[in-house]
Nanobody
Framework: QVKLVESGGGLVQPGGSLRLSCTTS????????LGWYRQAPGKEREEVATITRGFSTVYADSVKGRFSISRDNAKNTVYLQMDSLKPEDTAVYFC?????????WGTGTLVTVSS
C-alpha cells in the first residue's frame, strides 16, 4: 500500500519560515519524481515545486527565491523549505510522487500565514 504523509504545517507570521516533510512508503522512492502542490480556499490546486529523480528542480514563479525543494532518498522523504512566507502562501500543501503516468498523493498539511 502506497502512503505519503505530510507534516510540518502550522500557523506562522508573515516573513516567517516553515519546513514541510513528506515521508513515503510502498514505492521505490528513488525512481519517482516528487512535488509539492497547494490549494488555497476557493482556488484550484497549483504546482509549487518539483524535483526529478535526477535532482533537477522547478519552481512556480510565485515562490522562486523563497522556497526550496529537496529529497533524501535514504529516508524516503521530500522536503519543502519555505522562507519569507506571505499571507498568499496560505493553503493546504500536498505531496506528490509520480512515475510515468502514475501519481500518488498525500492528504495534505495546512499552512496558515497570518499575523
Amino acid at each position: 500500500q502506497v502512503k505519503l504523509v505530510e507534516s510540518g504545517g502550522g500557523l506562522v507570521q508573515p516573513g516567517g519560515s516553515l519546513r514541510l516533510s513528506c515521508t513515503t512508503s510502498g514505492i521505490t522512492f528513488r525512481n519517482h519524481g516528487l512535488g509539492w502542490y497547494r490549494q488555497a480556499p476557493g482556488k484550484e490546486r497549483e504546482e509549487v515545486a518539483t524535483i526529478t529523480r535526477g535532482f533537477s528542480t522547478v519552481y512556480a514563479d510565485s515562490v522562486k527565491g523563497r522556497f526550496s525543494i529537496s529529497r533524501d532518498n535514504a529516508k524516503n522523504t521530500v522536503y519543502l523549505q519555505m522562507d519569507s512566507l506571505k499571507p498568499e502562501d496560505t493553503a493546504v500543501y500536498f505531496c506528490n510522487a509520480n512515475l510515468y503516468e502514475q501519481h500518488y498523493w498525500g492528504t495534505g498539511t495546512l499552512v496558515t500565514v497570518s499575523s
